[in-house]
């Protein structure tokens, strides 16, 4: 029940923060990220860029359903539950887009790749990030965890440093598929 709770609670507070990107607080936050930001140097900046593009909410989906796909053919079929509501979590983040409809940041000097999608909540975070919790929760290699959890953090931030994202749209991001992970784990998933 606890996971319902959480799960509930934080699409809560994704919903009020993704109502509330024009509120001054929301605003000055998301300046004082990017303006800590600006100050990455150049050679970790080019790797952010790389795993930006790599980690497009597109692969990750291939990513997963390669997984998928492996573990149905070798074993528990309970793992492919994992994966597929993996999957579906990054659909529901995409489609938490549509509902807020917030416009991404307008910035002559950014070369937006078509990216033609609303901002918030952040694809690319969210969908890193459920994906890395449900691969550590399938496999808690401590190494393992350790790479995909920094590896998430670092997309994320990526994604503010290429400026395609608020930091606002990237905790939304993070907080909407800690819900989808809660309810999978709610639903016993494991």
Not at 30 to 49: C, R
Not at 153 to 173: E, F, K, M, P, Q
């Amino acid at each position: 029940m606890l996971y319902l709770i959480c799960a509930i609670a934080l699409l809560v507070v994704v919903a009020i923060l993704g109502r509330s990107y024009k509120a001054a607080h929301v605003v000055h936050f998301d300046q004082k990220v990017k303006e800590y930001i600006k100050k990455i140097p150049d050679p970790i900046g080019l790797s952010l860029t790389v795993l930006s593009w790599l980690t497009r909410p597109l692969f990750l989906g291939f990513y997963a359903a390669v997984v998928f796909i492996c573990l149905w053919l070798l074993g528990p079929h309970s793992q492919n539950m994992y994966l597929l509501g993996t999957i579906v979590g990054m659909a529901s983040i995409e489609g938490a887009k549509q509902v807020i409809r917030r416009p991404r940041i307008d910035d002559p000097n950014v070369l937006k790749n078509g990216i033609n999608s609303f901002s918030y909540p952040s694809g690319h975070a969210g969908s890193s990030l459920l994906f890395a919790m449900v691969i550590s929760t399938l496999y808690p290699i401590a190494p393992l965890v350790v790479v995909l959890m920094v590896g998430a953090i670092c997309v994320g931030i990526s994604r503010i440093y290429i400026r395609v994202h608020y930091a606002s749209d990237v905790l939304g991001g993070w907080l909407m598929a800690v819900a989808v992970y809660s309810l999978l784990l709610y639903f016993g998933l494991k």
